[in-house]
């Protein structure tokens, strides 16, 4: 069984930066896709990015160019890197990974971790 736990969470205030990690047990996450997704009260989770296994990112747009993902597979940790955060980026946000191996789908998710940010 694979076990996603995230931290990093916290308040800031608009403008400023996080880091979040992402750490596995039960498997490394080396070939598999790590996504991460947040959700703000009363909306749904939605998707923030993605790394694949060949290290290639994927985002969606209110997020470009602020946020980076990476990973370190010798760690086992994965990484979201926000920077210029805005108030709208409050949420709780979660990392996910694939079941199997080069293929993006989102199985196994952490419990999340808060980011609050202040005006």
């Known amino acids: 069984q694979v076990h996603l736990v995230e931290s990093g969470g916290g308040l800031v205030q608009a403008g400023d930066s996080l880091r979040l990690s992402c750490a596995a047990s039960?498997?490394?996450?080396?070939?598999?896709?790590i996504g991460w997704f947040r959700q703000a009260p009363g909306k749904e989770r939605e998707f923030v990015g993605c790394?694949?296994?060949?290290?290639?990112?994927y985002y969606t747009d209110s997020v470009k160019g602020r946020f980076t993902i990476s990973r370190d597979n010798a760690k086992n940790t994965a990484y979201l890197q926000m920077n210029s955060l805005k108030p709208e980026d409050t949420a709780v946000y979660y990392c996910?990974?694939?079941?199997?191996?080069?293929?993006?789908?989102?199985?196994?998710w952490g419990q999340g971790t808060q980011v609050t940010v202040s005006s």
């Open positions: 996910t990974t694939s079941r199997n191996i080069r293929t993006v789908s989102y199985d196994y």
């Open positions: 039960g498997r490394t996450f080396t070939n598999y896709a």
């Open positions: 790394i694949i296994w060949t290290g290639s990112t």
